[in-house]
């Protein structure tokens, strides 16, 4: 079985641009496990600390409060749809940390990252959650476009 890290945010065709290149890899389908991510920013702005609690109690209930964003739904429909093995995960805090400690924790074999419409100049560098994941981990790290 290979494992697979599809980290995803609110883009829709982003989502789909990640599951062409899974659905693209050599290999059976039923041969794919992929966990699914979604990375809830947490809010670390703390103006004192009597307010400490009330952000601790935000952060905690982000995801419930942001729901699954539609790209998720979306996505697992379309892995399930193909005969692809899949679960999600979701939490709350930096999102190339994120990325990072699932993929320990899961120990994929691949990441596969959406990117975003960059200018020309733009191309040349990778966005910073991109350019973190594929700096500090040691899996294969492949960028859908």
Do not use: C, W
């Not at 041969?31 to 600390?49: F, G, N, W």
């Not at 609690?53 to 892995?79: C, H, Y």
């Not at 596969?112 to 594929?134: M, T, W, Y």
Request: no cysteine; aromatic share 2%.
């Amino acid at each position: 079985m290979y494992s697979v890290l599809i980290p995803l945010d609110e883009d829709k065709q982003r989502a789909d641009e990640q599951v062409d290149t899974l659905l693209s890899l050599p290999g059976d389908a039923d041969e794919l496990s992929v966990t699914l991510l979604h990375v809830v920013e947490e809010i670390d702005t703390v103006p004192d600390e009597a307010g400490a609690t009330v952000i601790e109690d935000i952060n905690e209930s982000l995801p419930e409060l942001r729901g699954t964003p539609d790209a998720v739904e979306q996505t697992t429909r379309r892995l399930e749809d193909a005969g692809v093995e899949t679960d999600f995960q979701r939490m709350v805090g930096d999102a190339a940390d994120g990325i990072l400690h699932i993929a320990r924790e899961n120990d994929v074999d691949a990441i596969i990252l959406g990117s975003r419409k960059r200018s020309p100049v733009g191309k040349a560098v990778f966005g910073s959650v991109s350019q973190e994941v594929i700096l500090e981990t040691e899996r294969t790290v492949m960028v859908a476009h």
